[in-house]
Every structure is written in C-alpha cells, then in structure tokens.
C-alpha cells in the first residue's frame, strides 16, 4: 500500500518549530542563557544608557529582558509567533520587534544603533554573509556587533560526539567532519523521526567566519571560548569535569565595523 503522508523537510524558518524552541527558551532564557550567554555577553558589548541595539534573530526576546532598562532596542526575526511571543513578554517602551528575513533587506531606517548581536543564530542561516552585509548597513561606523555560536570546532551536529578511552580513563571530544560546509536537519523531537518538525543548522570552519565578516566590513577585535559550568557527580565525575572544562561550548566573536 502507498503511503500518501508527506515527509516532513526541514525549514530555514524556525516558524515550524515555534512551540518546541519556545518551550525550550522560556522567557528568560535556557540554563546556558542565564548562566554563560547572556552574563558573558553584556560583558563584551559595555552597553551604556545612550547606546542601542539591533538583535537579529532575536527569538523571543530573551536578550532584551536582560538589558539595561533605558537602552533602545529593535528584534529582529523571521518567526511571526516568536516576534509575537516577544511582544507580549517585553513591555518596556524603548523596545519594538519586527517581522524579517535576515539575509533581506532590513526593514528599519538609517545607521542608528551602537551595538548588534546574533546569539546563536548565525549558524541557522543559510547564507550568513548577506545577513552580516545587512546588519552592517544599520550600524554606526566603530559600532560593535557580538557574534555567539555553538562552537564551529567541536559542536558540529552528527559530525562530533563524545568518546570515551577506557585505557586513558579519560573523555575526549571526536570530530569527524570540520572544514568542510554543511547543511545538517535538526529534529525537534528526534523521537518521532520523520514527524517531527525540523530545521537547518548551517556548518562553517571559524575560518570561513572570519572571511565573511572581513568581506561584510567588519574587523574581529576580540575572540572568547565559553565553557559549561555545570559538574557531574559519579563515577566518571573526574573525566567528565576535566573533559568538559578542555571542550568550550561557545564560540564568540566580538567584532567592529569598519
């Protein structure tokens, strides 16, 4: 008998997988939001009362709730349901959220903002130079844009895992594929398989990043690794600490515009 269901595809938009990424962020941000992102982040950009700032791919907002109150904000977001989560989660007056397409062109005015951020975005965009070329026209010249990904180098979906040496009785990090570009699905709900909705993350080498971003006008001042702060407890609490604190989590780019 044939079966008619469609396969579900992946999607460039995160539209499809709303309710799960909601859920999972929350208002105020996931445990590595809260406990790595958002502390060492603010961290980097200095943001005073007269600066603003441009969040591309801002979700729900999760940023903007730990901001400065003062500070003029604009989200961006391809998600129609993530932009109206964030509206009905940020009262504050000095912030707007709209509706876009990140590698189009943008729908605000002029070169007013101090700061930009894409916190773990950039990866899930197909074509994440024109998205940079785009953001550049909407900064201040010497603005400061903060780049957070999962880290291109040991982080790759279905290319990298952890291993463990029983001889060494230590865990190491194996990576399969890293140079190359790739467009990796990432389910949802890996348990429904083909039913559940899926995504794209986008891989490329910290090379490549840096040649996108000296392309698009931007210089890297400064780069940070973020490790997790979480420990185990156990039997294999010593390998795992020590593997964890040797493997960071993030990689972040605090860059300049030129």
Known sequence: MTDYRKKRSPS?????????????VGKE?????????IPNILKLLKLKESDTLLDIA??????ARHIPEGISY???????????????NDPNPSHQYVVADACKPLPIKGSQFSHAAIILALQNIEHPEQALKNLKTHLQHG?????VLNHPCFRIPRQTSWQVDEEKKIQYRR???????????IQAHPSKGEN????????HSLSDFSRMLHASGFVIELIEEWCSDKVSTGGAAKMENRSRE?????LTLLTRKT
């Open 29 to 37: 941000g996931q445990y590595y939001h809260k406990k790595i992102i």
């Open 175 to 185: 990576v399969d594929r890293y140079a190359s570009p790739m467009k990796i699905p």
């Open 12 to 24: 460039a938009s995160w539209e499809p997988v709303e309710k799960w990424y909601n859920a999972s």
């Open 58 to 63: 801002c979700g729900q907002g999760v940023l």
């Open 143 to 147: 603005g400061k844009l903060a780049i």
């Open 196 to 203: 559940s909705p899926a995504t794209w993350s986008f891989h």
């Open 246 to 250: 040797e493997f960071p989590l993030f």
């Open 74 to 88: 604009t989200g961006l977001d391809i998600s129609p349901s993530l932009i109206k989560e964030a509206k009905l």
